[in-house]
Every structure is written in structure tokens, then in C-alpha cells.
């Protein structure tokens, strides 16, 4: 179902007020964004930095009945010619972030972490497991989200 005009004003400006660092995009073209470079534009478009504004806005949408898509790196994701038609959240540079205690066998990492980053990441440590995403394009929390390297033959 299309968003009225209302709809979208009121998300803006309650965004707005929320957060004013927080910026909503109207009818923001979704192709640069996918890996395949194609696709429709969304009613609504926001970059987020910080776990809480994601929960604000899921909880915002919920709550208004706007449909809402959590995006990351854009792999494994076709939208629609016709565009998508509630929010679209973009994870920002803030879930990219990547650490390694390689003496404690632990990365940390956001869920907008490429696989590649954290395979090599774990390979320079000398730790292992993440071998299986060696190739894989995509993002931690699409491979979370995806149930990614649990295939068997």
C-alpha cells in the first residue's frame, strides 16, 4: 500500500524531532545501493549510525504501519523497478567497525562488516572458522540473517 503524503510528512518531521542528525530521504533511488546496481526508489530512506536509531525507527514504523527493510551492504538484495514503498534503514559506517584480540581468539565486529574484512581479518590473527565465507560477498548480519555456510552437500 502507497503512503499517503501525511504519512510521509508526519515520518519526516516525528524523525526530525527525534533525532535531528537523523536524515529522511523521500523518493531516494535504491540502485546505488545494491550490488547489482538496480532497482526502484523508496518512499523513505534513512542512514543510520547508532543501534538505538534503528530501534527508534523499527519501533516508529511498527507502530504507524509503515513497512520497513533493514538494509547492509546490498548483496543478495533485488528491489523492485516499482520501488518499495515504507523505509528503507541503511546501515552507516558506524556497524562497519572491526576489532581483534587475536591472544584472546576474538573478533568483534558490527553487522554491517563485509565477510571478506572479517575472514581476513581472522586469517592475519591465525584464527580459524570463517573459512567458509572466504568468496562470499555480503555482510555479517546478512549472513546472520540468511543462516549463511550451514548448507551441506
Known sequence: MALTLKQIDNFVVETRNYNH???VHVGKSLAEYTTY???GKAALFC???HAEDVSWLVQTCRRDHIDYFILGGGSNVLVNDSGFEGLIIKLGKNFKNLECDADAGIITCGCACTLAKVANTAKGAGLSGMEFSA???GTIG???KMNAGTATD
Open 21 to 23: 542528525d537523523l536524515l
Open 37 to 39: 546496481g538496480v532497482g
Open 47 to 49: 542512514e543510520v549510525q
Open 135 to 137: 568468496g562470499t560477498p
Open 142 to 144: 546478512g549472513a546472520i
